[in-house]
Structures are given as C-alpha cells and as structure tokens.
C-alpha cells in the first residue's frame, strides 16, 4: 500500500485548509486511516483517525475544528481543518493500518510523506 498526500499550504490565522490522502496498492486490506503531524520540536501527535465504518475521534488540540472523513471506497481520507491557528504548524502525515483501533505510537503500517501545513498569525 502506497499512501499519496496533498493538500498543505500557507493560511492566515482563522482560515482553513483541507488535506487528502489518496491510498494505492492493496488498499482493501485497510481499516483504520488518520492523521499525524510533528512540529520541530515537539513530540509526533496523533491529530484524527477513522475507520472503515466512520467512527473518528481527534486529539483535544482539534476537536470542533477539524473534521476527518473517508471516501466509500476506503482508499481516501480527508482532513477539513477551519479555524486554524499558528500552533497547527506542522508537516502532515496520513497513515493507515489493517486493524480498527491500532496504537497511536507503533501499529500503523503505512505512511505517507507529509505535507507541509503553515499558519501565519
């Protein structure tokens, strides 16, 4: 499985950006699909994740600004982000895994390259 990101940019304070992550290969095999970012410095955080049959949850930093979702067909996932702020710097990675609820720190299998998020205040 090949995990193909898009989507980063640069936006003011306040307004938003959406992120996709287009999966090829054998992307049948995957359940759960999320995001992560890694700002320099700062530890690797889990930003949102969904499974195949919808259910999400996000990291406090994001919750009621960012929504994630998934194409029907499982290869795709998205990241709305509205909102944003200058915190939310960061480069971007989509990852996926076979299983529904993998460990955030080492049970996603796939990785995409990231894509570079700015906010400028």
């Known amino acids: 499985v090949q995990l193909q990101a898009s989507g980063g940019g640069l936006v003011q304070a306040g307004g938003s950006l959406s992120l996709s992550c287009v999966a090829s290969?054998?992307?049948?095999?995957?359940?759960?699909m999320g995001w992560y970012r890694q700002a320099p410095g700062k530890q690797r955080e889990l930003v949102a994740r969904i499974t195949n049959g919808g259910s999400a949850n996000y990291a406090d930093s994001v919750k009621g600004r960012f929504t994630i979702s998934r194409d029907n067909a499982g290869a795709s996932v998205y990241l709305q982000m509205n909102s944003l702020k200058p915190e939310d710097t960061a480069p971007y990675y989509c990852?996926?895994?076979?299983?529904?609820?993998?460990?955030?720190?080492?049970?996603?299998?796939?990785w995409g390259q990231g894509t570079l998020v700015t906010v400028s205040s």
């Open positions: 290969g054998r992307f049948y095999s995957i359940n759960n």
């Open positions: 990852a996926a895994s076979r299983r529904a609820w993998p460990r955030p720190d080492s049970e996603y299998d796939y």
